[in-house]
T-cell receptor, first 113, second 114 residues
Framework: GAGVSQSPRYKVAKRGQDVALRCDPI?????LFWYQQALGQGPEFLTY????????KSGLPSDRFFAERPEGSVSTLKIQRTQQEDSAVYLC???????????FGEGSRLTVL | QKEVEQNSGPLSVPEGAIASLNCTYS??????FFWYRQYSGKSPELIMS????GDKEDGRFTAQLNKASQYVSLLIRDSQPSDSATYLC??????????????FGTGTRLKVLA
């Protein structure tokens, strides 16, 4: 996805480990979304930022999930004490300024063993 | 009832035929609707957006919106094997906290047979 870079692209974690996934949008994107996509499913909303403010975190599945965007640009999704059900692709997305069309980064594929 | 519903498929069509993909949504207040294509192992790629009732055409793709019936569809004319992918319908909804979010269906897998 143009304008959004995610890292790492692939992450393998042992159950119980903590992981951090990074989203780096091009400058000027006010809004930023995180989604979780399990195999065979559509993206599920996790959380939404407007600049540095996390305005909606209703989709975070448990208190093991934490997201931040301290300077209103780069965002990090942290998952503590990973479980096998956390295995998924984590997608970061930003909307176009005029159209509201949502554009995705390449995603971070997390596999928890 | 899920907020955005799609048949999971697979939908199989012969090369050159028209593929018709359907989506229904539950939030009557939704104003923005999107179709994405997702190849295996890749992130979703925007194909079309539609905001008004009626048809919107872009090349081989036509999006159709009927807000009264809460129904969005995507037609792919002259289907090609390279169109084989999962197609995701998405709706932009307002939240009770005054923000907004995009809700996705589970996707319809399309297979175009050569």
């Amino acid at each position: 996805g143009a304008g959004v870079s995610q890292s790492p692209r692939y992450k393998v974690a042992k159950r119980g480990q903590d992981v951090a996934l990074r989203c780096d949008p091009i400058s000027g994107h006010v809004s930023l979304f995180w989604y979780q996509q399990a195999l065979g499913q559509g993206p599920e909303f996790l959380t939404y930022f407007q600049n540095e403010a996390q305005l909606d975190k209703s989709g975070l599945p448990s208190d093991r999930f934490f997201a931040e965007r301290p300077e209103g640009s780069v965002s990090t999704l942290k998952i503590q004490r990973t479980q096998q059900e956390d295995s998924a692709v984590y997608l970061c997305a930003t909307p176009g300024v005029d159209t509201g069309e949502l554009f995705f980064g390449e995603g971070s594929r997390l596999t928890v063993l | 009832q899920k907020e955005v519903e799609q048949n999971s498929g697979p939908l199989s069509v012969p090369e050159g035929a028209i593929a018709s993909l359907n989506c229904t949504y539950s939030d009557r207040g939704s104003q923005s609707f999107f179709w994405y294509r997702q190849y295996s192992g890749k992130s979703p790629e925007l194909i079309m957006s539609i905001y008004s009732n009626g048809d919107k055409e872009d090349g081989r793709f036509t999006a159709q919106l009927n807000k009264a019936s809460q129904y969005v569809s995507l037609l792919i004319r002259d289907s090609q094997p390279s169109d084989s992918a999962t197609y995701l319908c998405a709706v932009n909804i307002a939240t009770t906290s005054g923000t907004y979010k995009y809700i996705f269906g589970t996707g319809t897998r399309l297979k175009v047979l050569a």
